[in-house]
């Protein structure tokens, strides 16, 4: 006698299928991209120009940008002050006492020797910055001539070109050399930004910056909480815009539509914890929470364990409100299916009934 497998019909017509990864973080995407909108919407025209002290930051700023042309060492483009090592490469000893430099379609001079023994021979202490630096002392001092590393051999006024000039020590090497004088010169704009002035200026603007950027924080918070804990709790299936189109749903460990309140609690702690801790902590703790959801059995955040629930696919799945509810929903329907098998019997029952008859006849 052969064995035969049995096939058992599922006792209940639930279904639960986890989501996925995937449509987890693009749900999440989701929500973090409207966060930002709406924060965008607010902070923008309705906090910033209240918030922040705008007047002060343009006129610091254009004070700062005065003082760094005042001080020679930065090129004028369009009334901005640019370094000129932002904006061309010094490639032979000769650029140094005058470099031709294209730079947005406009053509400019710099004599980058002639901006250094100005600075630090008589502009310098302009700014506050003590200077011992004369022209005698100028060579030596900070173009380093006549020194093994700096490469030069002297350092003089070219009359046909108007502009200082340097020479390449005997076996020097002009790109050592080149990067020697830049060096200083890098030395020289860091000198004009270390300034009493340019420090208190810069300092200003940085507070007022930084009350900004502390004025964004309870609009961001306020955002997180309408996206992330409101919206969840009133769409029902604890479903943010971003769950709902991505089709997935909260429900409870054990299948089931999950309770309000403890919706409500759920919401609210990933707000406070994982979305407010996760900025104070730079992302780490979301970090972990998503690290957890991919590795747990059944794809469980902190907040999941917590509060005893799961994100399902709604396409795929099928679940109750309550146990009640399902004991119900089967109850019909192994009725219906009994109700259909007797009616496909019936007229097999009906043809044999029919069949007897007539053999008795």
Aim: charged share 25%; net charge negative; proline share 3%.
């Amino acid at each position: 006698m052969e064995n035969s497998a049995t096939v058992k019909a599922p006792t209940t017509a639930k279904i639960i299928v986890l989501a996925g990864m995937w449509k987890r973080a693009f749900a999440f995407l989701i929500d973090i991209l409207c966060v930002l909108a709406l924060s965008a919407l607010i902070y923008f025209p309705c906090v910033v120009p209240f918030a922040v002290d705008r007047d002060s930051y343009v006129a610091n700023t254009e004070r700062i940008n005065e003082i760094a042309l005042e001080s020679g060492l930065y090129v004028n483009h369009e009334g901005e002050a640019i370094s000129p090592l932002s904006m061309a490469n010094f490639e032979t000893l000769g650029d140094l006492s005058l470099k031709k430099i294209a730079y947005e379609g406009e053509t400019y001079e710099f004599a980058m020797l002639d901006s250094l023994f100005a600075y630090w021979t008589r502009l310098a202490t302009d700014y506050g910055q003590p200077s011992n630096y004369t022209p005698e002392s100028f060579p030596t001092a900070v173009l380093g001539v006549g020194k093994a590393d700096s490469n030069l051999a002297s350092f003089y006024f070219d009359d046909e070109k108007g502009h200082y000039a340097v020479t390449l020590a005997e076996g020097g090497k002009e790109g050592a050399a080149l990067e020697y004088v830049c060096n200083r010169f890098n030395e020289a704009l860091l000198s004009l930004t270390d300034s009493p002035e340019y420090l208190e200026l810069d300092k200003a603007n940085a507070k007022i910056m930084q009350f900004a950027l502390l004025m964004a924080l309870p609009v961001v918070i306020g955002s997180c909480l309408i996206f992330m804990a409101i919206i969840p709790t009133c769409l029902g299936d604890g479903q943010s815009l971003g769950k709902k189109a991505m089709k997935i749903v909260v429900l409870d460990d054990m299948g089931y539509t999950y309770n309000k309140w403890k919706l409500i609690g759920r919401n609210l702690f990933c707000f406070i914890v994982e979305f407010v801790g996760g900025i104070a902590s730079f992302g780490a703790l979301l970090l972990i929470t998503y690290t957890m959801s991919m590795f747990t059995k059944k794809h469980r955040s902190v907040h999941d364990y917590l509060f005893g629930s799961v994100v399902a696919d709604s396409e795929a799945s099928l679940w109750f409100d309550s146990p009640v509810e399902e004991e119900l929903f089967n109850a019909k329907r192994k009725k219906e299916e009994a109700e259909k098998t007797r009616r496909e019997h019936l007229p097999n029952q009906e043809s044999e009934e029919g069949n007897d008859d007539e053999k008795e006849e």
